[in-house]
């Protein structure tokens, strides 16, 4: 079966650095996207990884490699607006989307 | 940059009614269109592939004939609850893609039925 996991909830400090890990094992591979969602909100995009490394688009970087499975988002110089679930999500080799279950951020003053 | 618009944000209704929600895509046109359902503190749940001109894609379990789909123009999907039940009560997402990267979501629907 398809399965993408991330931890559920994870807490940080305003300023500090955060690293959310998610691993897949899907049916082909065609991409992970990251997406940010806000409680009440629909989800808006982070980030998009096809390649192994890291992308970095400001305070949010993402890194991707293909044979471990395995993707990262990192936020760095955390502030309170950050809280919310970060969803990952691999696009299998039918072109559909796989979502993990998301992992909600806390960040703390 | 690719603009959805989903209508109404939430809505309240009786059960055993039927409720329609809109998705457009705004700047460009989509063939297709994907509706997810969100229960709280949980992911998003693929409901069904909308494909413009054709009969849409229902994932396993997905009623059809409970959650009707109408992608009529390359711009406009519909999503028909009929026959609303509480259990129905949930966020209901559409989003679309312009190209092969970045899918953009509407702003979701709040269906709680009553």
């Known amino acids: 079966g398809q399965n993408i996991d991330q931890p559920t909830e994870m807490t940080a400090t305003e300023g500090a650095i955060v690293q959310i890990n998610c691993t897949y094992q899907?049916?082909?591979?065609?991409?992970l996207f990251w997406y940010q969602q806000h409680a009440g909100e629909a989800p808006t995009f982070l980030s998009y990884?096809?390649l192994d490394g890291l992308e970095e688009k400001g305070r949010f970087s993402s890194f991707l490699s293909r044979s471990k499975g395995y993707s990262y988002l990192l936020l760095k110089e955390l502030q309170m607006k950050d809280s919310a679930s970060y969803l990952c999500?691999?696009?299998?080799?039918?072109?559909?989307?796989?979502w993990g279950a998301g992992t909600k951020l806390i960040i703390k003053p | 940059g690719a603009v959805v618009s989903q209508h109404p944000s939430w809505v309240i209704c009786k059960s055993g009614t039927s409720v329609k929600i809109e998705c457009r895509s705004l700047d460009f046109q989509a063939t297709t269109m994907f509706w997810y359902r969100q229960f709280p503190k949980q992911s998003l749940m693929l409901m069904a592939t909308s494909n413009e001109g054709s009969k849409a894609t229902y994932e396993q379990g997905v009623e059809k004939d409970k959650f009707l789909i109408n992608h009529a123009s390359l711009t406009l999907s519909t999503l028909t609850v009929t026959s609303a039940h509480p259990e129905d009560s949930s966020f209901y997402i559409c989003?679309?893609?312009?190209?092969?990267?970045?899918?953009?979501f509407g702003s979701g629907t709040r269906l709680t039925v009553v």
């Open positions: 989003s679309a893609s312009q190209t092969d990267i970045g899918y953009t």
């Open positions: 999500a691999v696009k299998d080799s039918n072109y559909q989307l796989i």
């Open positions: 899907t049916s082909g591979f065609n991409g």
């Open positions: 990884n096809v």
